[in-house]
């Protein structure tokens, strides 16, 4: 029996590497013969890097980049065996870098997610995978692309300071500065969002609050978004603010495809690319994924969603195993999984159930008892 596992990590207990050999293990009680492949895979948010590193073979480098705030910070990032960076912008840029009250969009800036990027390019790194989720900021990108060389001025030929409020002070983009080896790199984006850049469904107005703006920042951000988005448009033709996606991590979607030329697909289908899980699917006699949650957000993307699709696609079984069980759930079993597993086995607190090796356990022991049902085939 050939069975592939790729599971997304239970987060906050177990790393994708973690659930999909303790359900390994479980698998093995019961077909010690069993030739069992495990993919740590991710959706291109958090533990993307971690999944594409652990995967193949690949190494971290850690260099000091500028926090949302401009404040020094250590962040890591992937390179793997062929020299694709991997990085995500949450680890220069993200929201949890910030305490509560340092959350203002106003001032919060892509530039050190931009340093991370021409590290990598500094490194020859020429194919990026970027995972953009998590984001801390509303600048539509800018300060990333500042940091890359990209100049965005005001009426006096001066950069604009970081944040949304330099973006409503842009009156004129330059790119003489810009990294010239850029032209040479590929960029595919990590992005499971679809909003566009402006409007009632626009960062600003969607995703802007969770990040610190209050109703009179959320006005002021629509309109700079707007005339940036008219700039560019004067600027690039062929610049797209209502293209889905382009709303993604407060702008920087729309950024990296106009500047950097970039690819934004499904995160989840750009690491099932990257590791060659398809051709492994398609000689799997049977198909095991999972998450830490389950429920009716899993289709929109996620990572069981994105494994069942493609096992699908070879007529294979498709198992899930899961921390709980959400509202909605049921919905998985129109995308292809077949059946799904919570694998909690005693009332306990939710402390207690993500403690690493109970979770391990359990998973493990009911990975165990659902295989013993394969016996009978």
Known sequence: MKIVIAADSFKGSLSSADAGHAAASGILRVFPDAEITVYPVADGGEGTVDALVSGSGGAYRTVTVSDPLDRPVQAQYGILPDQTAVIE???????????????????????????????????????????????????????????LGFGFCDKGGKQVPHGAAGLAKVHHITEDAVLPALRECQFHVACDVTNPLCGRNGCSKVFAPQKGADAEMIEKMEQSMQRFSALVKAYDPDSDADRSGSGAAGGLGFALRTFLHAELKPGIDI?????????????????????????????????????AKTAKKYGKPVIAFCGCVGEGAEICNQH????????????????????????????????????????FK
């Open 89 to 147: 912008m949450a680890a220069a840029s993200g929201l949890p870098l910030l305490s509560g009250p340092e959350r203002n969009p106003m001032h919060t800036t892509t530039y050190g997610f931009g340093e991370l990027i021409a590290d990598a390019v500094y490194q020859g790194c020429r194919r990026f995978i970027l995972g953009i989720g998590g984001s801390a900021t509303n600048d539509c990108g800018i300060g990333c692309l500042q940091a």
């Open 271 to 307: 690491v099932i690319r990257q590791t060659g899980l398809a051709a492994a699917i398609r000689h799997a006699d049977i198909v095991v994924t999972g998450e830490g949650r389950l429920d009716a957000q899993t289709v929109m993307g996620k990572v069981p969603a994105g494994i």
């Open 336 to 375: 292809g999984i077949d059946a799904y597993f919570p694998i909690l086995r005693a009332v306990t607190t939710a402390e207690e159930a993500m403690e690493p090796d109970t979770a391990g356990k359990n998973l493990a022991d009911t990975a165990e008892q659902v295989f013993r049902l394969f016996r």
